[in-house]
Every structure is written in C-alpha cells, then in structure tokens.
C-alpha cells in the first residue's frame, strides 16, 4: 500500500501542475487577505468588517485559507482524469490488478497533497496576518482569534476537498468537465449558499459551509451573522462527504471497462 501511495505522489510532484496550482492558490489568499486589509473598519451603509487590530478581524483573515480548496479539488480531479486523459489507467490496473487498493491509494495521497497546501497556507496566513495586527496596533492572540481551532479546520478541509476532486473525476473521467465542475461547485454553488446569510439554511449542508462550522467563523462581515451549525456537526458532515466521494470514486471505477 505505502509503495502505491509513493507512486501516486511521485506521478503528481513530477509534474509542474503542483507547484503552478501552490502559487496561484497562495496569489488568490493573498489577494483575500489584502482586501481585508484595505476595507477592515471601512463604514458600508452602516456595517463594517471588523478593525485590523481585533481578534475579529484576525478570525476571519486567518480563516480565508479555506479558499484554497478549490486548487487541492482541482489537483484532486487531475490524479484521477489523467490516468484516462493519457490512458495510463490500462497500465496501472495491468501492474496491480486490486483497483480498490489503486483508488485506496489515490485517496490517501490526496490526503497527503491536501494537507501539505494546508500547511503551506498556513504558513502564508502566519507571515501576512501577525504583521498585519501587529503593525495596526493590535495584539496577535493565539486563543483569542481561535487559531489553533481554525487551523485544524483548515488543514481538514484541505485534505478531504483533494478527496472530492478524485470522487469527481471519477465519476466524470474527462478532464475539462471535472475542472469546470469543481469551479462551478466552489465559485457558484458554494458561494451562492454559503455567501448569503438567507440561504445558510441549505449552505449549511454542504461542504462549505460544513468547513466554516468546523471553523466556527460566526463572525458578522457586515451580510448578517451566519448561521452554521456546531463544530463537531460539521466535522462530521466533511467526513462523511470524503467517505462519499471515496466510495463514488471506488465503485465507478472498479467495475469499469478501461479498454
């Protein structure tokens, strides 16, 4: 089983996809992160984010780390459709015929990409947002902003949507339709759902919204407080969505002709 991870992972990092997708996602989460600087305690027909030197204000910033799980979705989507995009499937099953133990590891080392993006990220958070509290006249308080919790939920997060993205390409096999599928799913679905406090009722069921209940970010930006449900509630629904995904990607694979 290690042997098959170690492949899996030595077919993603020998390609430049990985690092191409590590950049642009810190790029996007630093251009978060600088919005929430420009805007932080700027009055907006009467709501405002928080101010830079609050706990407030370094909860949410620290917690927008999450947005980069769309790229781990993406990574995770690949793993799966380029082994039929380039037809390396045949090969693969041909040297290990037990197609669960190949999905198995597939899943595994999408946990292991996922929590490495994780860690990067946070590490990115950790040199943009210290400073930018610090500087603001603020003091960077670990419990108070609750980063060890939000990091916990960031790190999850980022593994199981790495999951999600070899249950879709999977389930869809051709490469351009599981990327756009994953963009569509984080960008409109999600944002639509979890973006507006009206419609937290559904949001709150999906893996968005299961991420930011992980997080606890109950935080008002100036929409309204959202309504997410208890921490261990949506560690529960993450979970059992990567156990969904895992066995989409297990049983649309294991029965299907590759010739």
Same mark, same amino acid.
């Given at each position: 089983?290690?042997?098959?991870?170690?492949?899996?992972?030595?077919?993603?990092?020998?390609?430049?996809?990985?690092?191409?997708?590590?950049?642009?996602?810190?790029?996007?989460?630093?251009?978060?992160?600088?919005?929430?600087?420009?805007?932080?305690g700027v009055d907006q027909n009467g709501s405002a984010?928080?101010?830079?030197?609050?706990?407030?204000?370094?909860?949410?910033?620290?917690?927008?780390?999450?947005?980069?799980?769309?790229?781990?979705?993406?990574?995770?989507?690949?793993?799966?459709?380029?082994?039929?995009?380039?037809?390396?499937?045949?090969?693969?099953?041909?040297?290990?015929?037990?197609?669960?133990?190949? =999905?198995?590891?597939?899943?595994?080392?999408?946990?292991?990409?996922?929590?490495?993006?994780?860690?990067?990220?946070?590490?990115?958070?950790?040199?943009?947002?210290?400073?930018?509290?610090?500087?603001?006249?603020?003091?960077?308080?670990?419990?108070?902003?609750?980063?060890?919790?939000?990091?916990?939920?960031?790190?999850?997060?980022?593994?199981?949507?790495?999951?999600?993205?070899?249950?879709?390409?999977?389930?869809?096999?051709n490469q351009i339709a599981g990327i756009v599928a994953?963009?569509?799913?984080?960008?409109?679905?999600?944002?639509?759902?979890?973006?507006?406090?009206?419609?937290?009722?559904?949001?709150?069921?999906?893996?968005?919204?299961?991420?930011?209940?992980?997080?606890?970010?109950?935080?008002?930006?100036?929409?309204?407080?959202?309504?997410?449900?208890?921490?261990?509630?949506?560690? =529960?629904?993450?979970?059992?969505?990567?156990?969904?995904?895992?066995?989409?990607?297990?049983?649309?694979?294991?029965?299907?002709?590759?010739?």
């Amino acid at each position: 089983m290690s042997g098959l991870v170690k492949a899996e992972l030595r077919k993603l990092f020998t390609t430049r996809l990985w690092w191409i997708m590590l950049l642009v996602m810190l790029v996007l989460v630093g251009v978060g992160i600088a919005f929430l600087i420009a805007f932080a305690g700027v009055d907006q027909n009467g709501s405002a984010l928080p101010a830079r030197d609050t706990a407030e204000w370094a909860e949410i910033a620290w917690s927008s780390a999450s947005s980069g799980g769309i790229f781990v979705m993406i990574l995770g989507v690949v793993m799966m459709t380029s082994e039929y995009r380039y037809q390396t499937i045949t090969g693969t099953f041909l040297t290990t015929p037990r197609r669960g133990l190949v =999905i198995a590891a597939k899943v595994v080392a999408g946990l292991v990409v996922g929590a490495l993006f994780a860690v990067a990220v946070l590490v990115f958070q950790a040199v943009t947002v210290i400073p930018a509290v610090t500087l603001s006249g603020g003091e960077f308080s670990l419990s108070a902003s609750r980063i060890p919790q939000i990091s916990l939920g960031v790190l999850v997060t980022l593994a199981l949507y790495a999951v999600f993205g070899i249950g879709l390409g999977a389930l869809v096999r051709n490469q351009i339709a599981g990327i756009v599928a994953a963009v569509v799913w984080a960008y409109v679905i999600e944002g639509i759902f979890t973006g507006i406090p009206a419609l937290h009722s559904v949001g709150k069921w999906l893996p968005g919204g299961a991420a930011q209940a992980l997080m606890s970010i109950d935080v008002d930006t100036g929409l309204g407080r959202p309504e997410w449900l208890p921490a261990w509630a949506g560690a =529960i629904v993450l979970v059992g969505y990567g156990l969904l995904f895992a066995a989409v990607a297990t049983a649309t694979t294991v029965r299907r002709d590759i010739t």
